[in-house]
């Protein structure tokens, strides 16, 4: 089946998600995950196909939909992407490929670098071969195969939606090693996942947060809040200061929005105040993030308009009649935070420095779906 | 779960399972885009590359309506089209579309509403928009808030959306905007006033009483009239019932606020977040326009969610460019801040664009200037050629070298010549190619037919034409507007004012500085400046009490004076009036909703207050019932017959008011000798009909009305005065002992006794100080903030409680808390402090005058009130 505009199954439940999406009317990086992991099942569920090549086929279709809809939520991109692995991986050892599958997830650089790329290869291989269990393409019954295949195939697409619903969990399960008592700890923004890393650690660490306000969103405040409010010692301070109360901090703990492949990370404005100032007094910076962030685009920072400029209003009042007119306002929501900033990785597959992200990127995605 | 998302999308913006609609008028009614929307209506005008109508309906879909109808005149057929061919008509939008093309009679917008009302399409609560919308308001939440509203108050019958912004801000218009009177506490709009740019306006009148009965208004000339209504069902029918109402703000609005008779309501939703503007004129074209490009409607943006489907990069500085490659820009070319280019696109050698939009595949010649140029789809504009602050229709072709100087229209199609020099606010069209097809082209309708005359007028002035537009063109020139030739129009669209609305005009020769400039000062910040709200209160009581204005339902005696004194000769006739209806009606036994419309009306017809209307009523009630001396049962029996056939008349005159109808019963009973006696029974018989309650009598009792105050001494009517009231107090009584078939006995031996009766108003008003303190001690163990409730409900003169009054119960509550015993007599010493530091407080609001003129003297008191309750914490 040719990628034609004949609509996609579940059709209409992709059109509400991307009107969502590009209306802002889902914002967030795991609010926007999890939405697409439940459009992408639908799909998957509604499909027609004799076999894989037909149904990776639809899910890229809804896939570009979605991420042409609003390229500036990375985790759209991302789950459509794990999602394909995923079904990739699942039909592999369904049809019970042998060699190639079984080293599948063991990769380590040497065999990277001897083996090149070897997931064209695998990916390539199976096509010709067939099973008793699943017969692709049959001309009786086209649709066997894919009654045969879903089951397994909505249990990939579970996995997925798993691994969301339990990622602050799994991020915050080490933070008691990296967070020790009496440590002053300095955070920006309100990231559910650092959230619930520091309120992890507070469990069995007395230590205190400083929360820089985040102007101006000021979501700096609900964090501050929602920290307080879990018993952990808490400072609220303008972003202004966070340079001068830099030599007091042991830690910087940021959330990210997205991180690219190359080990940056795109993280709420303010951010990358806060990264350089640990850098001039050497202080370590922590980001912690769910595995579904990372993102296999690496020349984000060239690209002018991946902040996401908001609207000015929280910056200058349009109430401000004659100013308005005669002042250009800029709002940037997010701002990239390059990889030599950044000391550590925490996500829910462990702890990573910045280089080796391209590493995670690859064992999360197939490389053929880095474009959709 | 799959449905999931779709399903609860519908869940939250319309609760209970209805259908949101959405009413767009979609013709402006109005020629101020003339000549680019001559053939094509305005709502196809593109702004930022994406039609006007475009932007309704992603403004409307991002509130999660549903059904919209759109409403469109003039070509109709454009307009359909333009909707069938959209993204919009897909199934997957969720949205339903459907035009409906109204009579060609249409001219304003309460035609329109006319028309809607006679099609029946309006099941339920629904947004009314024009169709040339720029929002990302939540409308969803002004309609959830509309709801809840209606649900306590059924006359709430509409919530105008309007946005803060400053007196002068570029996207608010100055040619036609509006003056708000809010009540800030609950957002209803308690006047409203239009204000035109020219001439300035230097004064507002308002309605007295509004201060009368709202402690708190605010004045406000900040706003930006959204054009965003959410309308309750009866809306269109109001327009239909009153064919007269022609613009909504103007006439519908200022209509249902000033007339006393519908009793309907308005509110205002101030946004907050979020931005919403009307492209009304070419002014506000380019001011929302700069506003899109400037990202104030984020997520509508050109490279986030542009409502035409194009993909735009965002760039440094707000510049936007076509995604797909097809923009082709020289090396040399200059492209400045805030400005969008389209695709396939080319801009050559040296041109310089500066905050300008331009279309899809326009080319931009060497060396050609842009500034705040609007330039639509296929457009070519010269080498060298200037255009500033203009708009440049489609497909024209800008000759080399020409200059368009700020203010020009071009429209559709237009060619200039090479080297032309256009004149400033010049508006350019095509000329028709050939006279039979124009014809055709007529006979499509009115509005067609209209501009054919229009162009014929255009036509035949082309003498010096031929300069100004160079050779091998093929436009014609639009004579200037002068301000002698608009005798007919109305005063928005005189020439002066319409300036004001006008793309590149300055208007700063026009004469708006003067008395305009303080007054709207004054207006603005009547807030914190009560001198200024004291100066319009004082001219709106003058013109009150000058013509006959509509202060009516107002009670106090010194208003009925004044009005007395203004319409005497009004109030004559319509005595005269009300009482051969009335006498019509008693005669041939109307129904009482019929005669109540009669007196409405008559009322409307000469003007007078409620209560004239009210003593009308009840005197003929009172006169019609037959004297039968001697026998008490028929004579009960009689007036109760007439009570009970009338009596509801008198609340359905246009308001209810018992306390009122007692005391002009009173009056009436006593200025007419023999029907004195009367007085008892008809009151007796009103209270049985539920007409009059018992606090009604008691509140009418306590009045210094009731007791004869401001009535000449010794005169008759005074003597009468006493008697009522002594029966009054009589009543009472017998509430009290609670034996009411006593008292219908007794009061028949009405010349009797007036001893008793004038002990028990002594005896009265300790036993209302008991009830009063048992209510300050119960609210007191029930908290302290209750107490802020109780001087209101004790009495009901008291301003309302505010913050400083739970600041002072907060004082005392320590020691409260500490000793039990106490309690009572901190409990009555908080109380009076709280309520007199309520009144010390009140000059800081400007609005209560009452208020202000015994705050000095109780301010002390106040004081000495905190400190008594201070030391008796220290005794404990």
Redesign the interface.
């Known amino acids: 089946m040719a990628p034609d505009p004949t609509p996609i199954p579940?059709?209409?439940?992709v059109?509400?998600?991307v009107?969502?999406l590009?209306?802002?009317q889902i914002v967030g990086s795991r609010q926007a995950a999890l939405?697409t992991v439940?459009?992408l099942?639908?799909v998957v569920?509604k499909a027609r196909f004799s076999n894989i090549q037909q149904l990776i086929v639809i899910i890229r279709e809804a896939g570009r939909r979605l991420v042409e809809a609003?390229p500036?939520e990375h985790t759209v991109g991302n789950t459509v992407r794990r999602v394909l692995h995923n079904i990739r991986e699942e039909y592999h050892s369904a049809v019970k490929v042998s060699a190639p599958t079984s080293s599948r997830n063991v990769y380590t650089i040497s065999k990277f670098v001897l083996q090149g790329q070897p997931r064209k290869q695998t990916v390539g291989a199976p096509k010709s071969e067939t099973t008793a269990t699943l017969k692709e393409d049959d001309p009786d019954d086209p649709d066997s195969f894919a009654r045969g295949i879903k089951p397994i195939l909505m249990e990939a697409i579970q996995d997925v939606l798993d691994e969301l619903e339990t990622v602050y969990d799994n991020v915050s399960k080490t933070a008691k090693d990296h967070i020790h008592s009496d440590e002053i700890i300095l955070t920006i923004g309100h990231s559910r996942t650092v959230e619930a890393f520091l309120k992890s650690a507070g469990h069995t660490r007395n230590y205190t947060v400083i929360v820089a306000e985040t102007a101006p969103s000021y979501s700096g405040h609900d964090m501050a809040r929602a920290l307080s409010a879990a018993g952990i010692s808490t400072f609220l301070v303008p972003d202004s200061s966070i340079y001068a109360i830099m030599s007091r901090v042991n830690k910087i703990i940021l959330g990210a929005h997205a991180i690219l492949a190359n080990g940056g990370l795109v993280a709420i404005t303010g951010s990358l105040l806060a990264a350089t100032a640990a850098r001039a007094h050497s202080t370590p910076v922590v980001v912690c993030a769910g595995q579904f962030k990372l993102t296999p685009l690496w020349n984000l920072y060239h690209d002018?308009?991946a902040l996401d400029?908001?609207?000015?209003?929280s910056v200058l009042g349009?109430?401000?009649?004659?100013l308005?007119?005669r002042v250009?306002?800029?709002?940037p929501y997010y701002d990239y935070v390059g990889p030599e900033l950044v000391d550590v990785f925490i996500t829910n597959d462990g702890d990573h420095p910045p280089s080796s992200v391209y590493r995670l990127i690859k064992e999360t995605y197939d490389d053929d779906d880095h474009e959709l | 779960m799959p449905p999931k998302s779709s399903s609860g999308n519908e869940k939250d913006i319309a609760e209970e399972d209805e259908v949101l609609q959405a009413v767009i008028l979609a013709d402006s009614f109005n020629k101020r885009f003339k000549p680019l929307t001559v053939g094509k209506p305005r709502c196809l005008l593109p702004i930022c590359n994406a039609t006007l109508l475009d932007w309704t309906f992603e403004s409307l879909a991002l509130a999660g309506v549903q059904e919209i109808f759109v409403i469109c005149r003039s070509y109709a057929d454009q307009v359909k089209a333009a909707i069938r061919d959209s993204k919009w008509s897909k199934p997957s939008t969720g949205l339903k579309i459907v035009p409906i093309v109204t009579a060609k009679e249409t001219f304003s917008p309460g035609d329109a509403m006319r028309d809607i009302y006679t099609h029946q399409i309006i099941t339920s609560d629904f947004v009314l928009v024009t169709g040339d919308l720029v929002s990302n308001v939540r409308i969803d939440e002004v309609v959830r808030v509309h709801k809840e509203r209606r649900r306590t108050n059924k006359d709430a019958i509409m919530t105008m959306v309007v946005k803060e912004s400053g007196a002068t801000h570029r996207t608010r218009s100055r040619g036609e905007s509006g003056v708000y009177v809010l009540d800030p506490n609950t957002h209803e709009c308690l006047h409203y006033e239009p204000v035109v740019g020219y001439p300035a306006t230097s004064r507002v009148t308002m309605p007295r009483e509004i201060l009368a009965e709202h402690p708190e208004v605010e004045v406000r000339y900040d706003f930006i009239d959204c054009s965003i209504d959410v309308c309750s069902v009866e809306v269109p029918s109001l327009f239909q019932d009153n064919f007269d109402y022609g613009d909504i703000r103007r006439d519908f609005v200022y209509g249902v606020l000033t007339s006393d008779l519908l009793m309907k309501s308005v509110h205002c939703y101030v946004v907050k977040d979020g931005y919403a503007a009307r492209v009304a004129d070419t002014r506000s074209y380019d001011a929302v326009s700069k506003d899109i490009l400037s990202r104030w409607t984020f997520p509508l943006v050109p490279d986030d969610n542009h409502p035409g489907g194009h993909q735009y990069e965002h760039l440094r500085g707000n510049k936007y460019i076509a995604k797909d490659n097809s923009v082709s820009l020289s090396r040399t070319c200059k492209i400045g801040n805030n400005t969008l280019i389209g695709s396939h696109t080319t801009i050559s050698a040296n041109a310089s664009v500066h905050a300008s939009v331009i279309g899809q595949r326009c080319t931009i010649g060497p060396g050609a200037i842009l500034r705040d140029a609007y330039i639509f789809d296929d457009t070519h504009v010269g080498a060298g050629a200037v255009v500033e602050g203009s708009i440049v229709g489609a497909r024209v072709t800008l000759g080399d070298g020409c200059r368009v100087p700020r203010g020009c229209l071009i429209a559709d199609s237009v060619a200039i010549g090479a080297n032309a020099k256009l004149r400033k606010f010049e508006r350019v069209s095509k000329k028709r190619e050939a006279r039979p097809q124009a014809a055709g082209d007529g006979s499509d309708g009115d509005d067609e037919e209209d501009s054919d005359s229009e162009l014929e007028e255009v036509e035949a002035n082309q003498e010096d034409a031929a300069q100004i537009i160079g050779r091998d063109s093929n436009a014609l020139v639009w004579p200037h507007p002068s301000p002698d030739d608009d005798e007919e129009l109305d005063e928005r669209e005189s020439f002066y004012n319409q300036r004001l609305m006008r793309i590149g005009d300055t208007a700063s020769d026009l004469e708006l500085s003067d008395g305009g400039s303080t007054t709207s000062a004054s207006e603005t910040e009547t807030e914190s400046d009560f001198s200024g709200m004291h100066g319009l209160s004082r001219t709106s009581s003058a013109t009150s009490a000058s013509g006959p204005l509509s202060s009516a339902v107002d009670p106090s005696a010194e208003t009925s004076a004044i009005h007395t004194l203004s319409s005497a000769a009004a109030e004559t006739e319509f005595r005269s009036e009300v009482a051969q209806s009335l006498e019509r009606a008693f005669a041939e036994g109307h129904s009482v909703d019929n005669a109540a419309v009669e007196l409405k009306t008559l009322r409307m017809a000469s003007n007078v207050p409620l209560r004239r209307v009210r003593e009308a009523v009840v005197g003929a009630i009172v006169d019609r019932v037959p004297l039968v001396p001697g026998d008490a049962a028929a004579q009960r029996a009689e007036i109760a017959k007439i009570v009970r056939r009338w009596g509801p008349l008198v609340d359905k005159i246009g308001g209810v008011d018992p306390v009122e109808t007692v005391e002009v019963l009173q009056y009436h009973c006593a200025a007419a000798g023999p029907r004195l006696p009367l007085f008892a029974q008809v009151l007796a018989q009103l209270y049985q009909q539920d007409l009059v309650e018992e606090e009604d009598i008691r509140a009418w009792h306590a009045s210094p009305a009731a007791r004869g105050e401001g009535v000449k001494p010794g005169s008759a009517l005074l003597e009468g005065l006493k008697k009522c009231w002594a029966i009054g107090a009589k009543m009472i009584e017998q509430f009290e002992s609670e034996e009411e078939e006593e008292s219908e006995e007794e009061s028949e031996e009405e010349s009797a006794d007036e001893k008793p009766a004038r002990e028990a108003p002594a005896a009265k008003p300790p036993a209302k100080e008991d009830e009063s303190e048992s209510e300050e001690e119960s609210d007191e163990e029930s908290g302290s903030e209750e107490s802020e409730d109780a001087p209101a409900t004790a009495k009901p003169t008291a301003p309302k409680a505010a913050a400083v009054s739970s600041s002072s119960s907060q004082t005392s509550k320590p020691a409260q808390t500490e000793s039990e015993d106490s309690e009572t007599d901190e409990g009555s010493d908080e109380f009076v402090s709280g309520e007199e530091e309520v009144s010390a407080e009140a000059p800081a609001k400007p609005t209560t005058p009452a208020a202000t003129v015994s705050s000095a003297p109780s301010a002390a008191p106040a004081k000495a009130a905190a400190e008594s309750s201070d030391e008796s914490e220290e005794d404990e």
């Open positions: 579940g059709h209409k439940a059109e509400t998600l009107a969502k590009r209306r802002r939405e439940l459009v099942r639908q569920s609003q500036k002018y308009g400029f908001a609207d000015p209003s349009f109430e401000e009649g004659k308005v007119e250009d306002v800029v709002n």
